[in-house]
């Protein structure tokens, strides 16, 4: 079974409380991969590394074409991997493979 993790402040790291939950595939309902179970000091958490980065990181002296650069790269690599996000997300929900590559893609 495939574990995933939060990525908070560029590291993956496992929930504070420790809870978890598994994602059953709907075609063989059988378990498949375990989930953190957010709380609310995991988003704390969150959003204090996004006000971070926001706020005093590199972005926040970054021109907006350059940030604009940043995002297309972003949206490059989402289409790069497009494929195996729309694996994960069939084996989540159930869905056609080509209707979710098809949406993965755009």
Same mark, same amino acid.
């Given at each position: 079974?495939?574990? $995933?993790? #939060?990525?908070?402040?560029?590291? /993956?790291?496992?929930?504070v409380e420790?809870?978890w939950f598994?994602?059953?595939?709907?075609? /063989?309902?059988? *378990? =498949?991969?375990?989930?953190?179970?957010?709380?609310?000091?995991?988003?704390?958490?969150?959003?204090? *590394?996004?006000?971070?980065?926001?706020?005093?990181?590199? =972005?926040?002296?970054?021109?907006a074409s350059?940030?604009?650069?940043? #995002?297309?790269?972003?949206?490059?690599?989402?289409?790069?991997?497009?494929? *195996? #996000?729309?694996?994960?997300?069939?084996?989540?929900?159930?869905? #056609?493979? *080509?209707?979710? $590559?098809?949406?993965?893609? $755009?």
């Amino acid at each position: 079974m495939k574990t $995933y993790q #939060l990525y908070i402040d560029g590291e /993956h790291v496992d929930p504070v409380e420790g809870s978890w939950f598994e994602s059953v595939d709907p075609y /063989h309902g059988e *378990a =498949w991969a375990r989930i953190p179970r957010a709380s609310r000091a995991d988003v704390d958490q969150a959003v204090a *590394a996004a006000k971070r980065a926001m706020w005093e990181g590199p =972005w926040a002296t970054m021109t907006a074409s350059a940030r604009g650069k940043v #995002l297309r790269q972003i949206g490059d690599l989402v289409e790069r991997e497009s494929k *195996a #996000l729309a694996e994960v997300e069939v084996r989540d929900n159930g869905k #056609l493979f *080509a209707e979710m $590559y098809g949406q993965t893609r $755009y």
